[in-house]
């Protein structure tokens, strides 16, 4: 007799067990297709490298000291950053909670119960009030045997992982933030200069116009037009000033600090000594953030479908609760007030009304999303690198051409200003030669700072910034 009862208790223990490896949770693979298809960057101009500038720490990209102050002050005060950490913090909580799902789950009980019974009851006629003091303690364990437990814990892990890797996201979204503000500060501070110095000349070019006017050489229309183009001259520098107000305001922002005038240095000053290389296609997946993320994402994803299918097979569940119990409290802590239960069986769901049916559906659904997701995030980072390669080209191509439609414009003024002076040439030739040098002056700033926000937007799209 005891035989047989040993024998039911392994065929129910371990039946569940041969059953494992038809039913066990899947292993997650990583998209290698997706992979391949985004293998690679548009463009001709720099050659791929082993060894990508994304792995360069900002201190050592960024040379100027005062922006290196100003991108470790915005990374330990900027309120995105500290609302990140704050997310690991929650993941974190999560994962160790996921790390004992193994271990059963324990519960004490004090209890003390009191029943007025009726005399017409079945046992009112006997005693018509009943006491009872109890102490127990309730333990409950699900056997693993589908990778259930296995794959939640995984999945909290994901999702730590992917907390951590936002939180470099942040980071590097945050150092180039900082660093664009700047350099964008330091191209309107020379706007602003250049423009002042413009407005000087031309008020002093207003005297010299008033001057050929009394000798008869030019015409009073000449005198009102040099004169609009001083406040037009004017008009730009309130715009500039105020969009440096503006720019000041937003990087304070991001240094977690008050709107606040900024200390800086000059646009002349930066240099950029890094090699611009963009690495190997393929660590992307090590260098970018927001890539990691998302494929931690799709790895959560994956293992809560795996959580969802174990629930269609049988749960095996032991259960035991012991303590003492007593219907007399001076009694209670007799060894004849001792009690114990032990439960041991497979649960398998039979009907319920579609509810693990739809779960898994909607993990399998959410499953697809992420790995979409995934997929956009590799064409993104691949489309953000060959986008900043080719403004950078763009802009060093339109500096040297810049550079050299300002030198044009400038001998053109010179050389109007003197034929002016000796008669030899019309006003309005003299107006449009300064106003074509001021412009091309602003616009070949414009373009420096575009040279430099192409590198910052190189760095920060092949991953670099939180190391």
């Not at 002050?73 to 997310?87: S, T, V």
């Not at 290389?277 to 993320?293: F, M, T, W």
Request: charged share 20%; with cysteine; aromatic share 8%.
């Amino acid at each position: 007799m005891k035989l047989s009862k040993y024998i039911k208790i392994i065929v129910v223990v371990v039946l569940p067990m041969l059953l494992v490896s038809c039913f066990s949770a899947k292993t997650y693979e990583r998209p290698e297709n997706e992979l391949l298809k985004a293998n690679y960057f548009r463009t001709d101009s720099l050659q791929k490298d082993s060894v990508s500038m994304a792995l360069v720490s900002w201190r050592t990209l960024f040379t100027d000291s005062i922006l290196q102050n100003y991108i470790a002050e915005g990374l330990q005060n900027n309120i995105d950053i500290r609302k990140a950490i704050q997310q690991i913090l929650i993941s974190e909580a999560f994962l160790k909670q996921g790390k004992a799902g193994y271990l059963p789950a324990l519960d004490l009980i004090a209890q003390y119960a009191h029943s007025e019974l009726s005399s017409n009851s079945q046992f009112g006629a006997q005693f018509n009030r009943l006491d009872q003091y109890q102490i127990s303690g309730g333990l409950s364990w699900e056997a693993d045997i589908w990778g259930k437990i296995r794959s939640n814990k995984r999945a909290f892990e994901a999702t730590y992982l992917q907390s951590v890797a936002a939180h470099k996201a942040v980071k590097s979204t945050l150092v180039a933030n900082i660093a664009s503000r700047y350099y964008q500060l330091l191209s309107l501070d020379e706007q602003i200069q250049i423009t002042e110095l413009t407005i000087a000349t031309r008020k002093s070019g207003l005297e010299t116009t008033k001057a050929l006017k009394e000798a008869g050489n030019v015409t009073e229309v000449a005198v009102k037009q040099t004169e609009a183009q001083v406040h037009t001259a004017e008009a730009i520098l309130i715009d500039l000033k105020n969009s440096a107000r503006l720019l000041e305001n937003s990087l304070s922002i991001l240094l977690g600090g008050e709107p606040g005038e900024l200390n800086r240095s000059r646009l002349e000053e930066q240099r950029i000594t890094t090699p611009l290389k963009s690495g190997i296609p393929y660590e992307l997946l090590a260098n970018r953030p927001d890539v990691i993320a998302a494929e931690y994402a799709l790895i959560n994803s994956f293992e809560l479908t795996n959580v969802a299918r174990s629930d269609f097979y049988p749960a095996l569940t032991l259960t035991a609760t012991g303590g003492l119990q007593s219907l007399q409290f001076d009694k209670l802590f007799d060894t004849s007030s001792l009690f114990a239960t032990v439960v041991s069986g497979l649960i398998q769901p039979i009907f319920n009304r579609r509810t693990i049916r739809t779960r898994y559906e909607v993990t399998q659904a959410r499953q697809e999303q992420t790995k979409l997701d995934f997929k956009l995030a590799l064409l993104t980072a691949s489309k953000e690198v060959s986008d900043a390669l080719y403004t950078y080209d763009a802009a060093f191509e339109k500096i040297k051409i810049k550079e050299k439609e300002y030198k044009a414009y400038t001998l053109a003024r010179e050389y109007s200003q003197e034929l002016l002076d000796n008669g030899l040439a019309n006003y309005l030739e003299v107006l449009n030669a300064r106003e074509n040098t001021l412009n091309t002056n602003l616009d070949l700033i414009n373009t420096k700072n575009a040279k430099l926000q192409a590198i910052v937007d190189l760095y920060q799209a092949l991953g670099g910034g939180w190391q």
